[in-house]
């Protein structure tokens, strides 16, 4: 009956830990020792943006422009999650922004003492309004 007991409350014990280890790993960080980073660099990641943004007509039609803010989290495994705008332009633009930010490839994890955690990101996407003169 001790030996049943005891083994009882070393599972119990032990998935304590587990839920607690749990909590840990799901925790956002807003800064680690190695922060995330996009795969090549932030030149890689405007190059990303640049070949990937399709500015939406209906933006080109009411001259709208600007920068969107998106907050997102890298995970773990580089993967990006939870992509919300934070600073707005139009509802048009702030669509295609996290559009494109979901769309990314896999970043370089974040890292805090020596291991990949979640870490919280933003970044702004430009867009950029250019007048055409079709008169010449």
Known sequence: MQKILVLLLMSLMSSIVCVGQNNI??????????????????????????????????????QVGGSVTVEFVVERDGKISNARVVNSVSPLLNKEAVRVVKSMPRWNPGKHKGVAVRVKKSVMVFFIFKKTDNKK
């Open 25 to 62: 790993s799901d925790k956002v960080y807003d800064s680690v020792e190695r922060m995330p980073s996009f795969p090549g660099g932030d030149n890689a990641m405007y190059q990303f943006f640049d070949k990937n943004i399709r500015y939406p007509s209906e933006a080109e039609k009411q």
